[in-house]
């Protein structure tokens, strides 16, 4: 079962030294914050998706397309109902929506569908090792770093053990198809227990593996693969520096893109 | 020649342990020596091979006595990453011990941690992808190569820093058998470049090739010496809890003289002293004692492709299968086997063609109505074990179904009775051995009565001891009129156990019939990569109806 999130190809993105990566979802996040309009959200969610097609990572996108489209759909019927508008729109009993505020849940929705394609995008373009490498050239502590990329590592693992172990007790009569809430609930049981144990086995072997071949959480080490700063990670900061900068003052200067004021 | 590995009166017992796992060991190995270590399961292999490279007492704590010298270095003095410098330690778990996101950083990792310049780790990151044929693979991620590939990847992972001495602790167990000679041939190779090779393995067959063989039981070193001298032991290797080779008791049980390894060796004996006549005419293929009649089990036209990769796992299969037979299904990883057989119990559902079980398509049955005729013992118990005792883990299915505790309580004890746990019931199955929980895992699945009963792998993991136990029980299990598939890799469990087998590859079936004729074509079995073994070879040079030690006994005897 292969439900690693890394796509092996070479692209410009793929090229980039994981710090830049970073840094830049981090701007990404805060250029996602600038608007409530839904239509200057989607020219960002556009601009996203165009880096996801020159990163080649809409394999991932398509993978995750019901969970994408289920934020927006989900935020968009949500909303409505808390955010509040001048032009009413519809009202059951205490219930009211306004046309700005379901403006206002699209573009909710969009964001959070953007948050999560930018994050794929630097899934699918980072290695694990770049991931570590980065973090502890931006200061990290190296266990702390290790740790972090360990845990996204053994996502995949542990997933796939849950599949068998799933597997392995339906086919001894665990009826997950049927039943309430509470019975649900104590068939999660037979899952989690062998699934516990399992992963318990498989990081002590882990680390009986990694301390074998020399590994000690706290000395120096080499990195074969050891990304520079070039060029063009400068100019891909500078340039969403720029754009932040631009967007800010559309924001609060002209007051831009705006639905509801006063809400991010 | 200097001596690369000295033990000293070592002692080990395991904190919170009763007895010791290693009892006054001593043993020297010299520069260059492959060393099999072989005992029966819980003898303290593994503990041994951990007290090399300081994972014990360092990883694992207890009381430790006595030394254990590594050139001249005392290990339980060093770190065991300081260790890694002069021991590498191969694990039998594949799985676990891969860690990269590709084949390249695999490699590199053992080098990084040793803070080696990086042309440095280049180049030997080069070396071993040649030294173990993974040059084409290098960007792969790990996962997503075969079994034989990653045990590769996971020898030249050690083998990138360089260390003196390489210890795998049972490196094939897990494997299928191309797999296991992909890693026998990269050790062999190892063995050639001088360094000290110490392998755990089960089977004798790779001892034969040994500078030297260590039997150990119940953590005491019995006897050790060349393979010629310990493997020929037949009374010493039985003590241990070892398959003796069968070439070596066919030999013993006839008083032919001379203890041949191999089964070229054994003809060449019989050759030379004209011992036995070969029968020229080929191994009759006639189904004899064939068990026909009422299909319980039915794939017509079966294919499946898996949604997520895409590829075609299963090619068309059509297969009968009758009440009370017992099949071996054999063939390479990949070749369909599990996929054939998770379709009978209605795991997977065919994607063309379909599965017929009582004469009623698969797809009208309720998964619970399916589970209750088809029952399907997944390879690793560990996958299903849950519960505090044993009874309610036995009990689990019949809860489900909602019977009365009585009726449970009896079902349970009944079924512990046949797979030979009685008076199990209030254990913990956490603390049973691997043998046990693999047990109380059949056990599980058998409670409900199923008519067929599927069991992937059942004898991989177990000693020898284990295994036999395991594979008598499911030969009453059959005459009781269980229906019994087993998928295995293990090719004299089939040839002993097995009235047909079933051989796949490449999702389909390459060749079905009664054993004995399947074992009788090698040509056919060489194009599934596999190979009968060594007695079957000899029973097929000799062109005898034999597939075990006794039944060729008799027959050499009666003829």
């Known amino acids: ?29 805060c250029i996602c914050l600038c608007f409530n309009h839904p239509l200057y959200m989607a020219a960002i969610s556009v601009g996203i998706l165009l880096i996801a097609i020159s990163a080649k990572a809409l394999l991932n996108f398509w993978r995750l397309r019901f969970i994408l489209f289920l934020l927006i759909a989900f935020s968009t019927v949500t909303w409505p109902f808390f955010a509040k508008g001048p032009t009413p729109l519809w009202s059951l009993g205490s219930l009211h929506a306004s046309q700005e505020s379901l403006l206002y849940g699209i573009a909710m929705g969009l964001r959070l569908a953007t948050f999560v394609g930018t994050g794929l995008i630097f899934l699918s373009t980072t290695r694990n090792e770049e991931l570590t490498n980065g973090l502890i050239r931006m200061g990290c502590p190296y266990s702390i770093a290790f740790a972090l990329s360990t845990a996204l ?112 | 020649m200097s001596l690369a590995i000295s033990i000293e009166e070592l002692t080990f017992t395991y904190q919170g342990a009763e007895r010791a796992a290693l009892r006054n060991i001593r043993g020297q190995i010299e ?52 260790m890694s410098r002069h021991v590498g330690f191969v694990f039998q778990d594949f799985e676990a011990q891969l860690f990269s996101t590709n084949v390249e950083l695999e490699m590199a990792f053992g080098p990084e941690n040793h803070c080696l310049p990086r042309e440095e780790i280049g180049r030997r990151i080069e070396r071993y992808l040649r030294f173990t044929g993974l040059e084409n693979l290098r960007n792969r991620e790990p996962s997503s190569l075969s079994g034989g590939q990653k045990q590769r990847l996971a020898i030249g992972s050690v083998l990138a820093l360089e260390p003196k001495v390489l210890v795998m602790d049972e490196p094939t167990t897990d494997l299928d058998p191309l797999g296991r000679q ?51 032991d037949v009374a010493a290797m039985e003590s241990c809890g070892i398959r003796t080779l069968p070439t070596v008791e066919l030999f013993h049980s006839l008083n032919w003289p001379g203890t041949p390894l191999t089964v070229e060796a054994a003809i060449e004996i019989i050759e030379n002293h004209h011992l036995a006549q070969r029968v020229g005419s080929k191994v009759k293929t006639a189904p004899s004692g064939y068990l026909r009649g009422f299909p319980v089990l039915k794939a017509e036209e079966l294919r499946y492709i898996y949604p997520t990769h895409r590829v075609e796992a299963l090619r068309g299969v059509d297969l009968n299968i009758y009440e009370g037979e017992f099949i071996a299904i054999l063939g390479q990883n990949g070749s369909g086997k599990t996929t054939l057989v998770k379709h009978f119990n209605g795991l997977l559902k065919p994607t063309c063609g379909r599965i017929m079980v009582q004469n009623k398509s698969s797809t009208e049955y309720t998964h619970r109505e399916l589970a209750r005729l088809v029952g399907y013992v997944f ?66 699945v058998l409670a409900a009565q199923p008519r067929v009963i599927i069991l992937d792998e059942p004898t991989t993991g177990l000693d020898y001891r284990h295994q036999r136990n395991m594979m008598e029980m499911l030969r009453r299990l059959n005459q009781i009129g269980h229906t019994i598939i087993i998928i295995t890799h293990s090719m004299w469990v089939a040839a002993e156990y097995a009235a047909r087998t079933i051989v796949m590859k490449d999702g389909g079936i390459l060749s079905d019939g009664p054993t004995r004729a399947v074992f009788g074509d090698e040509a056919r079995l060489a194009e599934a990569s596999l190979c009968p073994p060594s007695l079957v070879r000899l029973s097929n040079w000799l062109g005898m109806e034999g597939l075990t030690v006794e039944q060729m006994v008799k027959e050499l005897k009666t003829g």
């Open chain 1, 1 to 29: 079962m292969n439900i690693f999130l890394y796509l092996d190809k070479d692209t410009w993105i793929h090229r980039l030294d994981p710090r830049t990566k970073m840094i830049g979802v981090v701007m990404i996040f």
């Open chain 1, 153 to 264: 590592r053994l996502v995949p693992t542990f997933a796939g053990a849950g599949a068998t172990i799933i597997q392995a007790q339906v086919s001894r009569g665990l009826d997950l198809e049927t039943g309430n809430i509470f019975s649900r609930v104590s068939k999660f049981i037979p899952q989690a227990v062998p699934l516990f144990i399992y992963a318990i086995r498989h990081t002590n072997l882990l680390a009986m593996a990694l301390e074998s071949k020399g590994f000690s959480p706290e000395s120096k080490r080499t990195f074969y693969y050891e990304p520079r700063m070039r060029v063009i990670d400068y100019l891909v900061l500078a340039f969403l520096t720029a754009i932040f900068a631009i967007l800010l003052y559309a924001r609060v200067g002209l007051h831009l893109g705006v639905v509801i004021p006063g809400r991010l």
């Open chain 2, 31 to 82: 520069e260059g020596t492959f060393v099999a270590v072989m005992g029966h399961g819980g003898a303290g292999k593994s503990t041994l091979c951990c007290s090399l490279n300081s994972l014990v007492p360092r990883f694992f704590r207890g009381e430790y006595q006595g030394r254990v010298l590594i050139k001249g270095e005392e290990v339980a003095q060093h770190q065991v990453a300081e």
């Open chain 2, 182 to 232: 992909e890693v026998l041939s990269v050790s062999k190779s190892i063995q050639e470049e001088g360094r000290v090779l110490l392998i755990v393995d089960h089977e004798p067959e790779t001892a034969v090739t040994a500078d030297q063989v260590w039997l150990i039981r119940d953590g005491q070193l019995v006897s050790k010496g060349a393979p010629s001298e310990i493997l020929a």
């Open chain 2, 379 to 444: 390879q690793n118990p560990d996958h299903q074990i849950f519960a505090r005792t044993v009874a309610d883990e036995v009990g689990f299915g019949l809860k489900m179904r909602g019977e009365t505790p009585k009726m449970i309580g009896k079902r349970v004890a009944e079924t512990l009775e046949v797979v030979g746990l009685q008076g199990y019931e209030q254990k913990v199955p956490f603390a049973l051995t691997k043998g046990e929980r693999q047990r109380v895992a059949v056990a599980s």
